[in-house]
Antibody, heavy 122, light 107 residues
């Protein structure tokens, strides 16, 4: 079955960088785009960007432009999220999620990783 | 960006109740509206996609309707495992945006 398994929790200091992984199994890795979404404690869901694992084309949310990089490794079916210049407001649960439908049909997120908790604190 | 609103923000209900959650988009999004359920400490789970399509494995007591700017999620008979937060999400325009959520709690 489809599974997205994310790397473990991280504690970072302000100004540091972060790299989270999301390993995909149970489907053809290059056939589905992946979203990254985050959720601050007690808050709603915030879209960070999307990556096409086939070729690596990305679209990032305006709020993260210049700080975020999403990459994919087709040899290991793994996606990566890099976020730099961390601040306390980046404390959140980070999720990867597979997109069905996109770009040829209405998109929806049918499978989610378990989440990676990131705490940014001095 | 397309702004999504949900009402109510919080809902207190009993097992067996019929529950309706509404979601409104700031502009027409056709039927590109999805619903997710999230329980504490867990990732969101897809319930309904493209406004009215039930995701595989989701109980039939969940249903969705609407198009354009106004959408509803209905739970026909609330079960103990349905107490959670529900989010709508539009996929019509980039960036995809989520509603603020509706928390369904036990009365």
């Amino acid at each position: 079955q489809v599974q997205l398994v994310q790397s473990g929790a991280e504690v970072k200091k302000p100004g540091a960088s972060l790299k989270i992984s999301c390993k995909a199994t149970g489907y053809t890795f290059t056939n589905f785009f992946i979203h990254w979404v985050r959720q601050a404690p007690g808050q709603g869901l915030e879209w960070m960007g999307i990556i096409n694992p086939s070729g690596g084309r990305t679209v990032y949310a305006q709020n993260f432009q210049g700080r975020v990089t999403m990459t994919s490794d087709t040899s290991t079916s793994t996606l990566y999220l890099d976020l730099s210049s961390l601040r306390s407001e980046d404390t959140a649960m980070y999720y990867c999620a597979r997109v069905r439908g996109y770009p040829t049909a209405p998109p929806y997120l049918d499978s989610w990783g378990q989440g990676t908790l990131v705490i940014v604190s001095s | 960006d397309v702004q999504m609103t949900q009402s109510p923000s919080f809902l207190s209900a009993s097992v067996g109740d019929r529950v309706t959650i509404t979601c409104r988009a700031s502009q027409s999004i056709s039927s590109h509206l999805n619903w997710y359920q999230q329980k504490p400490g867990k990732a969101p789970k897809l319930l309904i996609y493209v406004a009215s399509n039930l995701q595989t494995g989701v109980p039939s007591r969940f249903s969705g309707s609407g198009s354009g700017t106004d959408f509803t999620l209905t739970i026909s008979s609330l079960q103990p495992e349905d107490f959670a937060t529900y989010y709508c999400q539009q996929g019509y325009r980039t960036p995809p945006t989520f509603g603020p959520g509706t928390t369904v709690d036990i009365k």
